[in-house]
């Protein structure tokens, strides 16, 4: 199922209509009034990423402690 934006040219109004991809574009208006409607592009709500595992600091690698070398051990 997708949602498809619609403009209706009689009355002006945009609303939205969900409907298979297989479906026809409608051809008449939800209001009811005769008249053509036109099927808009739209711009999609994008990927939602729910649960872990999404952000950044999930898969950040821990930064190792440094080891002290020989020439910090203070020999001299």
């Given at each position: 199922m997708a949602t498809y934006d619609y403009h209706c040219n009689t009355?002006?109004?945009?609303?939205?209509?969900?409907?298979?991809?297989?479906?026809?574009?409608?051809?008449?208006?939800?209001?009811?009034?005769?008249?053509?409607?036109e099927r808009r592009i739209s711009a999609s709500a994008g990927i939602i990423f729910k649960?872990?595992?999404?952000?950044?600091?999930?898969?950040?690698?821990?930064s190792t402690p440094s080891t002290p070398t020989s020439s910090d051990s203070g020999n001299a």
């Open positions: 009355c002006g109004k945009d609303f939205e209509h969900v409907q298979s991809m297989k479906e026809d574009a409608l051809t008449e208006c939800l209001c009811g009034q005769k008249g053509s409607v649960g872990s595992g999404f952000y950044v600091t999930d898969y950040k690698k821990e």
